[in-house]
């Protein structure tokens, strides 16, 4: 997971808080994607961005927001957190032209919404 | 619509003895495989992946097959080694389709590798 820093790494909320999961990679990456995990479920595409500036909603965007302002960095918000947001969260970054062994994952969130 | 499964939830077996995980796509955009592996409170790291012009991509103990007509592809693990105890998970991309790095997931399989 070298290069992809997730923080922070346990959260509890109460519904209807919002925050931010923070996620900052040092390898010069053009895209990043947050991805969700459940029990019984794969890892679900959020939001993605292939660059600074640019956003892309991913298969199950609702509730949260992106934003791309510089390289490095691609935050995950939630504006109003609800039970059904509980889950462990990934941060990924890969560079353009990426193969697999170029995918970086960061070592998730564990966020629990009561 | 789950565009990529993986029909074993978990799957035992003996060290040394072959280890099988299946997976099947529905997607025929997809043209990029992957394979990811997961211990318990850590991040998913890639393992092996194959290329769709491809139908066999080997490394080491572990060898990907793929079978593009049956939408099919399999992971093998041979010999299989207690360490590979994990959650296997299976993933695709539609690389050529300029969806950049945008991975579909299986429900992946819980490995034990036993004594």
């Known amino acids: 997971n070298a290069g992809v820093t997730q923080t922070p790494k346990f959260q509890v909320l109460k519904t209807g808080q919002s925050m931010t999961l923070q996620c900052a990679q040092d390898?010069?990456?053009?895209?990043m994607s947050w991805y969700r995990q459940d029990p019984g479920m794969g890892l679900r595409l959020i939001h993605y961005?292939?660059?600074?500036?640019?956003?892309d909603q991913g298969e199950v965007p609702n509730g949260y927001n992106v934003s791309r302002s510089t390289t490095e960095d691609f935050p995950l918000r939630l504006l109003s957190a609800a039970p059904s947001q509980t889950s462990v969260y990934f941060c990924?970054?890969?560079?353009?032209?990426?193969?697999?062994?170029?995918?970086?994952f960061g070592e998730g969130s564990w966020l629990t919404v009561v | 619509d789950q565009q990529v499964k993986q029909n074993s939830p978990s799957l035992s077996v003996q060290e040394g003895r072959i280890s099988i995980l299946n997976c099947d796509y529905t997607?025929?955009?997809?043209?990029?495989f992957l394979w990811y592996k997961k211990y318990p409170a850590e991040g998913p790291t890639f393992l092996i992946s194959i290329s769709s012009i491809k139908d066999k991509n080997e490394d080491g103990r572990f060898t990907v097959f793929l079978n593009k007509s049956a939408k099919h592809l399999s992971l093998h693990i041979v010999p299989s080694q207690p360490g590979d105890s994990a959650v296997y998970f299976c993933a695709a991309s539609a690389r050529n389709t300029g969806t950049a790095s945008k991975l579909t997931f299986g429900t992946g399989t819980r490995l034990q590798v036993t004594l």
């Open positions: 997607n025929s955009m997809f043209d990029y």
């Open positions: 990924a970054s890969s560079e353009q032209g990426w193969s697999g062994n170029t995918i970086y």
């Open positions: 961005s292939v660059g600074a500036g640019i956003t």
């Open positions: 390898m010069n990456h053009e895209y």
